[in-house]
């Protein structure tokens, strides 16, 4: 109740309560607290089961000078994420870097066949942008940006995973880049993206 920093604005607060936030719901014991604390006499507050759609009408009509806010909810203090593991928080950001890469020089090499080989070289084919591999390469970046993975707050093994994906994700996307570099240039024989 003294810490509620809305009192001026509304006398109601919402409490979530559970197991954890990846859907674990609340326990038993959790419950069975809330139930007896609805009946103490001499709490500064009423304690109550609800809804979040039934408190927020409560609020609606109960509450004085609510601000109206449009646009992004962002919280702007919030500007990084520390954490301890150190080592994924660094793969990220260098598999971020390394798949833009891939991403810009196998849409030049697409948009840009080397036409004209160097004097007696072979002609290279035309370049195949790698969608599906640069996919499925961004789908385990953004997996690993879980919230409970980069703050460190996960379990061990969620950490052997998550370098295991990283290295994946490193070695395909040199390759790739390779390829789109090889293209550009003229050094490869076959520089399709997504070939062997």
Not at 50 to 67: I, K, P, Q
Not at 167 to 177: M, P, T, W
Request: aromatic fraction near 10%; glycine fraction near 10%; charge should be positive.
């Amino acid at each position: 109740v003294r810490n509620n920093k809305d009192k001026e604005y509304t006398s109601c607060s919402l409490i979530l309560y559970g197991n954890g936030d990846g859907g674990g719901g609340p326990l038993d014991h959790m419950i069975e607290r809330l139930r007896r604390l609805q009946n103490v006499e001499g709490l500064p507050a009423k304690v109550r089961f609800g809804s979040a759609n039934g408190f927020f009408e409560r609020l609606e009509s109960t509450s004085r000078d609510l601000v109206s806010w449009k646009g992004e909810l962002y919280f702007e203090l919030h500007r990084g994420t520390y954490t301890t593991q150190a080592r994924v928080k660094r793969y990220n950001r260098k598999s971020e870097y390394l798949l833009r890469r891939v991403e810009l020089l196998s849409t030049l090499a697409t948009l840009s066949p080397f036409s004209s080989p160097p004097s007696g070289a072979a002609a290279v084919a035309s370049f195949t942008y790698p969608k599906e591999e640069l996919a499925r390469l961004w789908k385990l970046v953004l997996l690993n940006q879980f919230h409970d993975v980069l703050p460190g707050s996960s379990i061990e093994m969620v950490y052997v995973d998550a370098i295991k994906f990283y290295k994946d994700v490193e070695a395909s996307g040199a390759r790739l880049e390779k390829a789109a570099i090889d293209h550009l240039t003229g050094g490869g024989k076959s520089s399709a993206g997504n070939g062997p």
